[in-house]
């Protein structure tokens, strides 16, 4: 360890520190240590959660790690702790190319964010903190984008859901052993994280489902549950987030797991959130558990500002794209109330404190991997309208399975609905209320200043692939109970807490990339815990359908699968039961990738013949128009390989998380595979698949048995 003194002069031109975020800079220069803390005997200090690196730009990288004091008389008179980081380009930092102090003060909780710039381009860098006499534990290693306009192979992994008690991460764990034995030339480049890094919930693990392990009471969170019957999901003593500290206890759980910090130390991750880090179902900085809920605007500066301190990322730092300024910035902390959401302008934004609230943290951005990859990161909480399904149209919709796709998609349009001229009321079974939305606005997913950059970046895009980080999936995932005889029932959506609940504004996405002919879009989502891959299709509901991107589903890392959450709604229902859950005397499999795939008749005949030629004249090709593939039961991640004639996209099941698979990590259930070739923009996309390694789902294992 380096040593010498200085004086406090110099040590605070060393910090350069805006808003919590360090800045450090590749140079041949001497390290100065840091004071104050310097000087701790070993053993006074330790770093629970790990270090980690993202959003690896040409010449820089942002890192990041958290200490604490095991000995209180090592920290600084008021709390804070002198660090200070070191950054090789070899493991045993011999090649030592930065070094820099920092300082992890109380107010951040003692997290450090370090802008490390000056680097090379596409070289890979390993990084470490010092605290006193005490080391990270483990080095980190990252890397650098390639220049612009650089022509090579990108790889990398995409993830979502990690609810810490519904399972273990032994999936990370097999990620990462994987790369490690890989050829240097096969192994990845970052990892994408599309959201629900944490979830805000304890105890949200269903009856019947062990808890695999505790997160613990929060240091202030709701009062504990008591069930009542109406949240299955939720065992007694749960609570909900509500403050700053429970927040941060929650990310510091869930980040002393040994396989999430071997692959935050592994790889550059790249961050957008979903609904989980703030509020289930979020929308602007509502939280909605029962009933429409309420407003929320402390408990979302709460959640932005947690996210902001254990979560790295590029934000008011970041680059422009193609003359385009960054939207993202830093956490700004500010005073707001929990006030009434009354008036709202154009765009469906909320005024007032709930304005502010969103303005605290703006984390849509675009990052670039040379000229293959242009990688658009998009925020789907924060700006969407309100959900058009409320307890008002739930009474309407006493009845009905799932919300019908024609009250959902004429409540979204608001007052365009009918080429602008939208019905007095909404009718449904016989009952009949007023159109609540016929003088709103439309719905909008992303909100219009989001959804005017997407745009202008998709335009200026020049990479060879365009990948759309999407943490709500765009593919239709239906239910066609129309074809059932005598039921008397509408198609419904699975679901409108994603894009399926903004049809209008998906549409006018899609039709904006065939129209501008933008090609080689891929979307990758999560949130639906399961793989699944298909088309997007402009209009779903047209008689001929015209696909303009493709979307690629990834598992949950250990949150309860849909399937599972499925088959214990419908137990005891009879019929629909067995549209999910394939039952004989030898058991029972999952039966819901079929429904979903060819329809509630094919799925309810799978029950009772397993004849090609019934099948064939029962199954609806459309039944969720676009979607190819699902596989409902199942946990992992999914890698993407692009190069400049293809993208491969392999999902990576590794079956049940319940039990913790240790150093070695989970096994490898399934590996499903996909190809696109790159196609011209205003034409089509191919999506080839899936073929498998391991034990295909059903229904695709019967052919795979076959073959």
Request: glycine residues 8%; charged residues 25%; aromatic residues 10%.
């Amino acid at each position: 360890m380096p040593g010498g003194s200085f004086s406090r002069r110099d040590f605070l031109k060393l910090f350069g520190a805006t808003a919590g975020c360090f800045v450090a800079t590749a140079a041949a220069t001497p390290f100065l240590p840091a004071l104050g803390t310097a000087r701790a005997a070993p053993g006074a200090f330790h770093f629970p959660q790990g270090l980690a690196s993202a959003d690896p730009q040409p010449d820089a990288v942002m890192l990041w790690t958290r200490v604490e004091a095991l000995d209180a008389a090592a920290v600084l008179p008021n709390g804070d702790v002198d660090l200070y980081l070191q950054v090789a380009t070899d493991m045993s930092f011999e090649r030592v190319v930065v070094e820099q102090a920092v300082r992890a003060s109380t107010r951040s909780d003692h997290t450090v964010r370090v802008f490390v710039q000056g680097l090379s381009p596409d070289t890979i860098y390993y990084y470490r903190f010092y605290a006193g006499s005490d080391r990270s534990p483990y080095p980190g290693r990252t890397r650098t984008a390639p220049l612009p306009g650089t022509k090579r192979k990108v790889r990398f992994a995409s993830l979502s859901c990690q609810n810490y008690e519904s399972g273990y991460y032994g999936a990370l764990r097999r990620l990462t052993n994987d790369d490690i034995a890989a050829p240097a030339e096969e192994q990845i480049d970052f990892v994408l994280h599309l959201g629900d890094f944490i979830y805000e919930r304890t105890g949200d693990v269903p009856e019947g489902r062990p808890i695999a392990r505790i997160v613990g009471p929060l240091p202030d969170g709701t009062a504990p549950w008591e069930p009542d019957g109406t949240r299955d999901w939720w065992r007694k003593g749960g609570q909900s987030a509500v403050t700053l500290a429970d927040y941060r206890h929650l990310y510091k759980t869930y980040l002393t797991d040994p396989d999430l910090q071997a692959a935050r130390a592994r790889f550059p991750f790249v961050h957008t959130w979903d609904d989980h880090e703030f509020t289930n179902d979020a929308w602007q900085s509502y939280a909605s558990y029962f009933d429409d809920g309420e407003p929320a605007q402390k408990r979302k500066l709460a959640a932005n500002r947690a996210w902001f301190e254990f979560i790295p990322a590029i934000l008011s730092k970041g680059p422009s794209f193609n003359g385009i300024a960054s939207p993202a910035h830093d956490f700004r902390d500010m005073r707001v109330e929990d006030s009434p959401m009354a008036s709202h302008d154009d765009g469906f934004i909320f005024e007032g404190d709930n304005a502010k609230a969103l303005s605290s943290l703006t984390i849509y951005r675009a990052l670039r991997w040379g000229s293959m990859l242009d990688l658009v990161l998009t925020d789907l909480r924060s700006y969407r309208s309100p959900p058009v399904v409320d307890k008002k149209i739930d009474t309407l919709l006493e009845g009905a399975p799932l919300p019908p796709v024609r009250v959902v998609q004429l409540l979204d349009a608001g007052r365009t609905a009918n080429d602008g001229k939208p019905p007095a009321t909404i009718s449904y079974g016989g009952r009949e209320i007023a159109n609540p939305r016929a003088e709103a606005p439309p719905g909008t997913h992303m909100g219009g200043p989001q959804k005017t950059w997407f745009k202008q970046v998709m335009k200026a895009s020049k990479a060879e692939w365009r990948i759309w980080a999407n943490s709500c999936p765009a593919l239709q995932i239906r239910l066609d109970f129309s074809r059932l005889p005598f039921a008397g029932l509408e198609d419904g959506y699975a679901g409108t807490d994603t894009w399926q609940g903004y049809p209008g504004e998906l549409k006018e996405l899609l039709t904006f990339l065939m129209d501008e002919k933008i090609g080689n879009v891929i979307s990758l989502s999560g949130d639906y815990h399961a793989f699944a891959a298909g088309r997007l299709p402009v209009d779903p509901d047209a008689e001929t359908q015209r696909d303009a991107a493709v979307e690629f589903m990834t598992a949950a890392v250990s949150s309860s699968s849909m399937y599972s959450m499925a088959d214990r709604r419908t137990r005891g229902s009879g019929f629909f039961h067995r549209a999910v859950t394939l039952e004989d005397e030898n058991g029972s499999e999952p039966n819901w990738n079929n429904t979903l795939v060819n329809g509630l008749r094919a799925g309810i005949l799978a029950n009772y013949s397993r004849s090609d030629y019934l099948f064939d004249l029962v199954r609806n090709e459309r039944a969720s128009p676009g979607l190819d593939y699902i596989d409902a039961d199942a946990h992992g991640y999914t890698l993407v390989t692009l190069d400049e004639t293809q993208a491969e996209v392999v999902q990576v099941n590794v079956g049940d998380v319940l039990s913790d698979a240790g150093p070695e990590g989970s096994p490898v259930k399934c590996k499903t595979r996909f190809t696109v070739k790159r196609w011209a923009g205003g034409e089509e996309p191919a999506l080839e698949g899936p073929a498998f390694e391991g034990d295909a789902p059903y229904p695709w294992k019967l052919k795979h048995k076959e073959s």
